[in-house]
C-alpha cells in the first residue's frame, strides 16, 4: 500500500503478519518452538484457551493466523475472521472444535499435529486406570490428612480391556496393557489387521458386544456425529456389574447423565477421565465430587517431553504453510 505526505514521495506500507495464540500448553511449556514463532517477525497476540464462540467472535477479523487449541472455531467466526485469516494451525490432533467442513468449503487450510503425543496419552491412560483400582487418591489423600486409611483395591493383570479406537494412542494402550497382562480386545472401523494380529487383540464390529466383554472400557476414538454419547443407558446395560471407564478421549464420546446414574447405581464402578463437556467445569459439575469419579483437568498429552513436540509441529506447520514451503501437515484436502 503507497502512503504519501505533502512534498514527499509516497512510500510503501509494511503490514505485519498477526498470529493469534491461546493454546496454553504451548504458552506455559518451554522449548525451541518459541525461539521459532518470535524469529518471524510476526506480531503475537496471546489469549488463555480454550475460547468460547463469544470470545473468538470478539477477536475474528483481526488475524491473519490462529494457532489455536481447542477453541471454538464456528462459521459465524470464520465470517467474521475473513478475508484477512489464512490459515488454522491447531496445537494437537481434535479437529471437533472447528467447522473443518466449513473451513474446506472456504479452502481455508487447517493444519494439526499426528504422531505426536500418542506415548504421553496411552501413559496417563494407565495413571488413570491404576488409580482407579487401587483407590490411590482417596488412600494418598487419606494418610496427608493424618489418618492410616486402608482400602482393598483390584489387580489389573488377567482382565479384559475394550479400546475403543485402535489408532496410535489406541495401538500404545494395548502394548501397555499387554504388559500388564491383560486380555486386549478393540474396535475400530479402520482395523489395523498387522497390529491386532501380531499383539492377539479380539476384534468386536459394535460397541454393544465390546461393552458387555471387558471389565475395563477405554475411549480413543474421534468424537463425530457417529461416536457422540457411543457411551450411554442403554449399552451400559450390557456392561459387567462394576465396568471401568477411562476417556482421555473427548467428554461427548460419553452420555454425562447416563454416566453419572450408572455410577450411582454401581453399574459402573469407576470413571477416570482427562476430559470435560465444559473446561473449566461450573463449581456445581455433577461429576467433580462423585466419590467412584477420577478427573484430571485435561493433561493426558501436557509432559515436558510431549507438549515441545506438538508445539514446534504446530509452529512448522504455521511458518511453513507462511513460507509456501510443502513441510505441513493438513487435515483438510481441497
Not at 480454550?50 to 481447542?70: I, N, T, V, W, Y
Request: proline content about 5%.
Amino acid at each position: 500500500m503507497l502512503l504519501a505526505e505533502a512534498g514527499n514521495p509516497p512510500m510503501l506500507k509494511v503490514f505485519t503478519m498477526r498470529v493469534l495464540l491461546t493454546t496454553t500448553s504451548y504458552q506455559d511449556t518451554p522449548g525451541d518452538h518459541h525461539a521459532l514463532l518470535e524469529s518471524q517477525g510476526y506480531e503475537i497476540h496471546r489469549e488463555r484457551g480454550p475460547l468460547p464462540e463469544s470470545k473468538m467472535l470478539e477477536l475474528a477479523g483481526q488475524f491473519d493466523a490462529f494457532l489455536c487449541g481447542d477453541d471454538e472455531i464456528t462459521t459465524a467466526v470464520l465470517d467474521k475472521a475473513q478475508p484477512r485469516l489464512r490459515v488454522i494451525s491447531k496445537y494437537g490432533i481434535g479437529l471437533d472444535k472447528i467447522n473443518v467442513e466449513e473451513c474446506t468449503a472456504r479452502k481455508l487450510p487447517v493444519l494439526f499435529t499426528p504422531g505426536v503425543n500418542h506415548t504421553t496419552v496411552a501413559e496417563h491412560t494407565f495413571c488413570l486406570l491404576l488409580a482407579l483400582v487401587r483407590n490411590l487418591v482417596d488412600s494418598a489423600n487419606s494418610v496427608r490428612a493424618g489418618q492410616w486409611k486402608r482400602v482393598t483395591g483390584n489387580e489389573i493383570w488377567n482382565k479384559k480391556i475394550g479400546i475403543v479406537g485402535l489408532g496410535r494412542i489406541g495401538q500404545e494402550v494395548a502394548k501397555r496393557a499387554i504388559a500388564f497382562g491383560m486380555e486386549v480386545h478393540g474396535m475400530d472401523i479402520y482395523w489395523p489387521e498387522a497390529f491386532a494380529k501380531e499383539n492377539h487383540v479380539t476384534r468386536h464390529e459394535t460397541i454393544e458386544s465390546l461393552i458387555a466383554a471387558v471389565d475395563v472400557l477405554s475411549l480413543h476414538a474421534n468424537l463425530s456425529e457417529s461416536t457422540k454419547h457411543l457411551v450411554r443407558a442403554d449399552r451400559i446395560a450390557l456392561a459387567k456389574p462394576g465396568l471401568l471407564v477411562v476417556n482421555t478421549s473427548r467428554a461427548e464420546l460419553v452420555h454425562m447423565p447416563d454416566m453419572i446414574a450408572a455410577l450411582d447405581a454401581g453399574t459402573i464402578g469407576g470413571y477416570g477421565t482427562d476430559v470435560l463437556d465444559e473446561e473449566p467445569p461450573p463449581a456445581d459439575h455433577a461429576l467433580l465430587k462423585h466419590p467412584k469419579a477420577l478427573i484430571t483437568p485435561h493433561i493426558g498429552s501436557r509432559t515436558y517431553e510431549s507438549v515441545p513436540r506438538q508445539a514446534m509441529r504446530a509452529t512448522l506447520n504455521l511458518v511453513n504453510y507462511l513460507k509456501g514451503e510443502k513441510d505441513v501437515i493438513q487435515a483438510n484436502k481441497f
